[in-house]
């Protein structure tokens, strides 16, 4: 069985049983939705703040690592090659393309780790956009799944780097302000949207905004 087989059955599966554990879940102990809240575009740079500059510092530190670790051996098979000639420098470039993968693999493990690290110690990604963050009132037991998931998730978010988060702002303020003008055009109340994508990137980096 080829090993992309695998990885595909054992996704499957793994799926299946998050969808099955999910459903057993709601019935036991009957988790309720969680509702999000409505927030300015302000708010929002306010909220992914933390999660935006731990994900820059983290970004630097692999890469410090890295570079560090790793790099060097890149460097002498790049140069191993170049003393080939021509038609024989396929297996030192299949080398170095292993090489580089195993890099970006280890790469993101570490962002992961040094995520997680921080996620635990409450830089959160989806917790900061409920109505209730607290969860007051829901089950024990779904306060708790709902933190472990929302450490997982913010691991994740910050492995990733902070590119990553300042696109997710951007959607975030666009899904936001389209929420605030459906909510305005029913009659409800609106609030009033504090500046756009840009005034968020102005408050992050201006230290008296």
Request: proline share 4%.
């Amino acid at each position: 069985m080829a090993r992309s087989d695998t990885v595909e059955r054992a996704t499957t599966l793994g799926v299946l049983l998050l969808i099955a554990l999910g459903l057993w879940l709601m019935n036991r102990i009957g988790i309720v939705p969680l509702q999000l809240g409505a927030f300015s575009a302000a708010e929002i740079g306010q909220k992914l703040g933390p999660l935006f500059v731990t994900a820059l510092f983290i970004e630097r530190a692999v890469e410090v690592i890295m570079s560090t670790w790793r790099a060097q051996r890149a460097k002498l098979i790049e140069f191993e090659r170049d003393l080939l000639p021509e038609n024989q420098r396929a297996a030192k470039e299949r080398e170095l393309l292993e090489y580089k993968t195993s890099t970006m693999h280890l790469a993101f493990k570490l962002g992961f780790s040094l995520g997680l690290v921080f996620a635990v110690l409450g830089v959160r990604a989806l917790a900061p956009f409920l109505a209730d963050p607290a969860l007051t009132g829901k089950d024990e037991l779904q306060q708790r799944l709902f933190a472990g998931a929302d450490m997982l998730m913010s691991a994740t978010v910050l492995g990733g780097g902070a590119d990553g988060i300042h696109k997710l702002m951007a959607l975030l303020i666009d899904f936001f302000e389209k929420l605030r003008k459906d909510v305005a055009g029913a009659g409800g109340p609106a609030r009033p949207a504090a500046g756009g994508a840009g005034s968020v990137a102005g408050h992050l980096h201006d230290p008296g905004a």
